[in-house]
């Protein structure tokens, strides 16, 4: 049997401490590293919604979170073939005053990527698929129209055929607030 006295056992003891507290330096300083944070990936989309165009639902909604829902709204004059879907992230509760948190800023005016519009389309104004930031939340938004066709020209264009697919994933960091 092999035997160490206390002077031999207090140097073992303290080498296996220092030990610990190295692999506990080095584990910590990897977690903490820029690169490490950096190196962290999104996480898989998840779908929200995916409808024909012909689909005629007002409305659809799904929370990403417990602060935030993500709605889709289709924008049609008097039940004709829709001219688009409006999209937007807003926190809750939602009112039709509601910030979109896609916009990335509040005075925006004109054609933003979060709305699919025929109009868009006709004129590639946008493309078909787009990756939008939900500002100051770790959140994107993927606005996809597939095989999407359009009839009519300039303020007539409607879609006439294809499917719109609108997913969503939480990122490792929140995005920049809006401006």
């Known amino acids: 049997m092999f035997v160490l006295n206390d002077v031999e056992r207090a140097a073992c003891d303290s080498a296996i401490v220092a030990r610990r507290v190295r692999r506990a330096v080095v584990g910590m300083s990897i977690l903490l590293a820029p690169d490490a944070i950096g190196a962290q990936k999104p996480r898989p989309f998840v779908s929200a919604f995916q409808f024909d165009v012909s689909d005629t639902t007002a409305l659809r909604e799904v929370a990403l979170d417990r602060r935030l829902v993500l709605r ?8 004709g073939p829709a001219m688009g879907w409006s999209v937007a992230v807003s926190r809750r509760p939602t009112t039709p005053e509601s910030s979109n948190l896609l916009y990335h800023s509040r005075t925006l005016h004109g054609a933003y990527p979060s709305d699919l519009f025929a109009w868009h389309l006709r004129t590639h104004w946008f493309p078909d698929l787009r990756t939008l ?6 959140f994107e938004v993927e606005i996809r129209c597939d095989r999407c066709t359009v009839s009519g ?9 294809g499917t719109v697919r609108v997913r969503w994933r939480s990122l490792p960091r929140a995005n920049p607030p809006p401006l």
Do not use: L
């Not at 889709?72 to 039940?79: F, I, L, P, S, Y």
């Not at 930031?133 to 770790?138: A, Q, R, T």
């Open 72 to 79: 889709v709204r289709r924008e049609a004059e008097a039940r």
């Open 133 to 138: 930031p939900v500002y100051g939340y770790p």
């Open 153 to 161: 020209d300039s303020s007539e264009a409607r879609f006439s055929s």
